[in-house]
């Protein structure tokens, strides 16, 4: 299986990425570095892939035999001392397994004052020598255990929007069809967010942790501030401020940061790596918020993409529409088939309703 199809777990499966984690060197960082840079999107799996396998409990070493008789020998001569102090009596050293089965059989017929002797030398003795081994051994690295990260996700279906309150108090306007993901109650030191669709954000100010919105490799950051992304797969990523300041970093083969004012927009095309900054008419850019659709010289997949995600259905082409063909026209809170009627004249086409399932029909 290639690794541009991993799930969490085969990233945990596979040992090439289980020796990065544990044992990295040179080469496995090197390679993960360049997977990670070309395959942004596969970010989440990894971080939670790597957290997985720091959590699973690492196999300790085991003392050889050899060290054990040893060790069994120096606890019997130092009781051997206890015992002719005491009972004036010889003991056998210990030296192999079955000595030592015999020696723990005659323990039981020692008298207790005898038994709590023994066991305080030997407990004595062991403490020591466990002391001087924890001092002679070398140290191995400490396990290193992370707290499962827990994230939030608040998805918009197509048909509805949803207004957010995040933890920080910052403000949130999710469009329909937009997913917004992050980590439980933020990090520490940043607050991260990611987005696919189309939201508003009015930022709550905190000057020690930044807000960061990550659209793919694409990172816009603030303080408090207020604007709007617009990220939907397959068309131009549209990053738009209305108050404050906000940089956009392009996390690209050659690393770009744009600083935006108020009123200025910022439009990617990641395909072609073409980026504008250009001015923007805010009633355009906040309609959608308030129920109302503007199309402003619009293509008619962006029109498709926007209905179906407005109302909840899905457009079929019967036929093929003119490749040149361009539509403008303003509704405020209108049903589906009064905002079709009016786009049909313009766009020539005639339509059919039946329940989710939409056709246009192009003259």
Do not use: C
């Not at 596969?42 to 050899?66: C, E, H, I």
């Not at 048909?159 to 403000?171: M, P, R, Y």
């Not at 469009?175 to 709550?204: H, P």
């Not at 910022?266 to 355009?284: H, M, N």
């Amino acid at each position: 299986m290639s690794k541009l199809e991993y799930t969490v777990e085969d990233f945990v499966l596979d040992p090439d990425f289980r020796k990065w984690v544990l044992s990295p060197d040179a080469e496995a960082n090197t390679y993960w570095e360049e997977y990670l840079k070309k395959n942004p999107s596969k970010y989440r799996d990894v971080k939670l892939a790597r957290t997985l396998v720091l959590n699973v409990v690492r196999p300790t070493s085991r003392v050889n035999d050899d060290r054990i008789e040893s060790t069994w020998k120096n606890i019997d001569q130092a009781t051997k001392q206890i015992d002719r102090d005491i009972l004036d009596r010889k003991v056998v050293p210990l030296n192999s397994h079955s000595t030592l089965q015999k020696h723990e059989r005659e323990y039981r017929v020692y008298s207790q004052n005898h038994q709590f002797y023994r066991v305080a030398g030997i407990l004595l003795l062991a403490f020591t020598l466990a002391i001087a081994v924890n001092i002679m051994q070398p140290h191995k690295q400490e396990l290193i255990v992370e707290i499962p990260v827990i994230y939030e996700e608040h998805y918009a279906p197509p048909g509805v929007k949803s207004n957010l309150t995040l933890q920080d108090g910052s403000k949130v306007i999710l469009n329909s069809g937009s997913t917004l993901r992050y980590i439980k109650n933020f990090e520490g030191d940043q607050r991260e967010l990611e987005l696919i669709g189309e939201a508003y954000f009015d930022v709550a100010q905190d000057s020690l942790r930044p807000f960061m919105v990550k659209t793919g490799a694409i990172t816009t950051r603030a303080l408090g501030t207020s604007f709007n992304i617009r990220a939907y797969e397959n068309e131009e990523l549209n990053i738009s401020l209305l108050t404050g300041s906000v940089a956009v970093d392009m996390e690209t083969d050659h690393h770009k940061t744009f600083d935006l004012l108020p009123g200025e927009a910022l439009s990617i095309d990641p395909r072609q790596q073409q980026v504008r900054k250009q001015r923007f008419d805010e009633e355009i850019l906040m309609a959608w918020t308030r129920k109302t659709i503007i199309f402003e010289h619009a293509p008619i997949t962006d029109i498709k993409r926007v209905l179906e995600n407005w109302y909840g259905v899905e457009i079929n082409f019967a036929n093929r529409p003119a490749k040149d063909l361009i539509v403008s026209g303003v509704f405020r809170d209108q049903t589906l088939e009064n905002v079709l009627e009016g786009l049909s004249y313009s766009a020539r086409f005639e339509f059919n309703i039946e329940k989710d399932q939409v056709t246009l029909t192009f003259k």
